[in-house]
């Protein structure tokens, strides 16, 4: 009660002061009584652009608009020195996969039990110790709809003893010796085939493992291929597939008879098999490719030749080279060596290896010391392991495992994933959405540059001198605006895209005629706010005084109507974008393989895209609408606040 009354003196009490203070101003005079503070209380003077920039600051939407803006651009154009990308990228193996970020996640049931890992394309399959089959990475096919980690129903937890994969099939041994495959069949990769296989070149899985059993004890090694298996049992090599997978795999039926005892292992690249033998000797179905060489002693030498006199305990292979660890416990490398794997690091040399393994564009190996060395492409992080200490690696197609003796997991690095997926070249979704963007940005900013130039100049001198110059320069304005934009702006940019120029200079005409073509509107709306200002006072003050006409047309008009050159410029900003996007996926823009937003969405403008894989063209499409969204209510609430005549933000 005593707050409330103290509440309710207060009160009145200020009603008091308040009509005391009336009184006094009414026949005393406010200038006699009132302090400095009190006479601008009411009033404080503030420029007409802080009072445009609080207005804007109220509004929530446009703060959210300008804030997101400015990260998009901060993405676009600082987020290439973080993302680099590759104009020639092409990776069959890693197209069209699925937004994930699990192509590195061990199962947690797995980390301390490995007993094996293998990995092809974009999903690895690994067995632990306690004969568990598990599965991490992108397993669905999208466009088949089939998925990998479901498991056939004679796959149980702790019956598979082995297990590999391609790129569009999984095999695994069980502890009853069962050849267990599932994914796709069309070409022999698994169970008995269905089509004519002397027509089309099909090796089919011999019977023996489609309808009856292996001793599993028996199994040395199994491998897969891009469309082919090879197991080996007891020292005998059964390969089965699609010929056309390597180019000596069509031979291999005719020597059989040498693949029936003593094999050790198969290994497979992207063109040959190779055969390791009980007896250290390597052997290539259908003879040697003669032209590979390897380096001994900084001499070349035939790897024939070299693999007679040399024995070799184990080989691996990456998407074009075969490795071999020879007995002396150094490394050899053959073959088409793009990624760098024939770049052995000297520590190699000066180190007995003892195991080796190979990715799609990597080779790991582990020395005798325990030291885990790693060469090859670094693309994805997968070399990152180089200096650890393990006493085995595994390699998946991008990624590395190093594991310790009892099979508990140290580290992994390499591809973790894409959180936008991949497009039907293999190319990372999110890389080239940055890339693009920042070229979208580029010509979209360019474009409102030269036509807001051409506009200003136009509109000001029209607008200011009047009569024959303006009646000049709107005719001409009217004929630019008669122009259909479109199909014009399509029809230049194909005659340049025609022309013997080099891309960058295609892609700076292009931003050139964007601004070329779109002045029109800008300048019309300059010239009739010059035309209202040169009627005012300080316009004929100046002219008294002798100011030349051309000062006072862009020195003391022109700033007036500022805010309407900076309102104009950020929709037509948007409208830039939309309009390269629109010459791009119509494919007279930017060329590709050089993203940008329009040209991804015509990239993906198919039925099979569209229904399959929907991130191609929803992140593309998201980002391009997140950027018009907000520059244009950005545009629209500068308009508002600052329009001199509204007498309230709206």
């Known amino acids: 009660m005593a707050d409330k009354n103290t509440g309710k003196e207060k009160s009145g009490s200020s009603v008091f002061k308040t009509l005391w203070r009336w009184i006094k101003r009414m026949f005393c005079g406010a200038s006699k009584e009132l302090s400095q503070e009190d006479i601008f209380a009411v009033e404080k003077l503030e420029s007409p652009s802080k009072l445009a920039v609080k207005a804007f600051f109220r509004r929530k939407l446009a703060v959210v608009a300008l804030v997101v803006l400015v990260l998009l651009f901060m993405l676009v154009f600082i987020g290439p020195l973080f993302f680099p990308m590759e104009l020639s990228f092409n990776d069959a193996n890693q197209a069209n996969i699925a937004p994930t970020m699990s192509m590195r996640s061990v199962p947690s049931g797995m980390k301390n039990n490995i007993k094996s890992i293998h990995g092809y394309a974009n999903f690895t399959l690994g067995v632990s110790n306690d004969n568990t089959l598990y599965v991490w990475g992108s397993a669905k096919d999208s466009l088949s709809k089939l998925d990998y980690s479901e498991f056939p129903e004679e796959i149980k937890e702790g019956n598979v003893i082995a297990a590999a994969t391609g790129r569009d099939h999984v095999i695994a041994i069980t502890t009853d010796g069962r050849v ?79 693949f029936s005892k003593g094999v050790e292992k198969i290994c497979f690249t992207n063109y040959y098999a190779f055969a390791l033998m009980s007896n250290g000797t390597v052997k290539c179905p259908g003879g040697y490719f003669g032209s590979v060489k390897v380096t001994e002693n900084g001499e070349r030498v035939k790897l024939a030749q070299y693999l007679k006199k040399h024995k070799v305990v184990d080989i691996t292979a990456t998407k074009n080279c075969f490795v071999f660890l020879m007995e002396d416990g150094q490394v050899l490398v053959a073959g088409s060596a793009e990624s760098g794997e024939n770049e052995i690091p000297d520590a190699v040399k000066s180190e007995k290896i003892v195991s080796i393994a190979g990715g799609s564009q990597h080779v790991v190996a582990v020395g005798e010391s325990g030291r885990v060395y790693a060469w090859g492409s670094n693309f994805y992080g997968q070399c990152d392991v180089d200096g650890m200490t393990a006493s085995k690696v595994y390699a998946g197609a991008y990624q590395t495992y190093a594991v310790d003796e009892n099979g508990k997991l140290l580290g992994s690095a390499g591809l973790a994933g894409y959180p936008f997926g991949t497009d039907g070249n293999g190319r990372d979704t999110l890389t080239r959405i940055i890339h693009g963007g920042k070229m979208t940005m580029t010509i979209g900013a360019v474009a409102v540059i030269v036509s807001s130039i051409i506009a200003v100049i136009v509109g000001c001198l029209s607008g200011y001198f009047g009569g024959w110059v303006d009646m000049v320069l709107m005719r001409v304005t009217e004929i630019f605006s008669a122009i259909p934009f479109l199909p014009f702006a399509m029809m230049l940019s194909y005659i340049f895209t025609k022309k013997p120029i080099d891309e960058n200079t295609k892609i700076f005409i292009i931003m050139v005629i964007l601004g070329l073509l779109s002045w029109t509107g800008l300048a019309r709306m300059i010239r009739g706010q010059v035309l209202a200002e040169r009627e005012k006072e300080f316009v004929i003050s100046a002219k008294a005084m002798g100011v030349r006409e051309k000062r006072i047309a862009f020195k003391h008009i022109l700033p007036n109507v500022v805010s309407v050159i900076l309102v104009s410029m950020t929709l037509d900003f948007a409208g830039c974008l939309l309009t390269e996007s629109s010459l791009s996926y119509l494919g007279f823009g930017v060329q590709l393989p050089r993203p940008t937003w329009g040209n991804m969405l015509n990239g993906a403008n198919n039925s099979v895209v569209i229904q399959n894989y929907w991130w191609q063209w929803l992140f593309p499409a998201l980002f391009l609408s997140i950027a018009t969204i907000c520059i244009n209510i950005i545009g629209d609430t500068l308009r508002d606040v600052l329009d001199p005549k509204s007498s309230q933000e709206k």
């Not at 004519?196 to 001793?215: K, R, S, W, Y």
């Not at 197991?231 to 005719?254: H, R």
């Open 180 to 258: 267990i495959g599932w994914g796709n069949s069309d070409l022999g990769q698994y169970g008995a085939y269905k089509g004519n296989a002397e027509n089309d070149n099909i090796t089919e899985m011999p019977a023996e493992l489609v309808n009856g059993t292996i001793d599993a004890s028996k199994v040395q090694s199994l491998e897969c291929g891009y469309q082919a298996t090879a197991l080996v049992v007891d020292g005998k090599a059964y390969i089965w597939g699609n010929k056309n997978t390597c180019k000596n795999l069509k031979n291999y039926e005719e020597s059989m008879d040498e």
